[in-house]
């Protein structure tokens, strides 16, 4: 997914506004493509099993992320579209605005409110 966020961060002329809003809409696109569901399901059932497995699958790819989109901004600020000193805590902030660190924080923690066997339950 990183890889799609430097390609949209790296493609062409258009506004940085562009640009975000086709990252946002490629995350969610990913996120909540039937490949990745099945992949964050079985993470979400084996969360109690496979506790380190979950807690390092988000940050690493929160991490690369928020690169991606720390480098769309610093471009952004570089060609003078936006006045951001802090663009690494911007790009945490879109991400939030996305909705992707909060909910994978919620699903993938071992600390849950939820246990793994009622997620099923719950979903539908």
Do not use: Y
Not at 1 to 30: F, P, Q, W, Y
Not at 37 to 58: G, M, N, P, Q
Not at 77 to 103: K, N, Q, W
């Amino acid at each position: 997914m990183r890889r799609g966020i430097e390609a949209i961060g790296s493609s062409g002329k258009r506004s940085l506004t562009a640009k975000l809003r086709e990252a946002g809409v490629h995350m969610l696109r990913v996120w909540l493509s039937a490949r990745t569901l099945v992949l964050l399901r079985t993470l979400i059932a084996e969360v109690d099993r496979f506790e380190d497995l979950a807690r390092a699958a988000h940050p690493a790819e929160n991490e690369q992320l928020v690169q991606a989109i720390t480098q769309m901004l610093d471009a952004g600020v570089e060609e003078g579209e936006i006045a951001c000193r802090h663009t690494d805590r911007a790009a945490v902030l879109f991400m939030s605005l996305v909705g992707s660190d909060l909910t994978m924080k919620a699903l993938l923690d071992p600390h849950k409110t939820m246990p793994s066997e009622d997620f099923e339950t719950h979903a539908k």
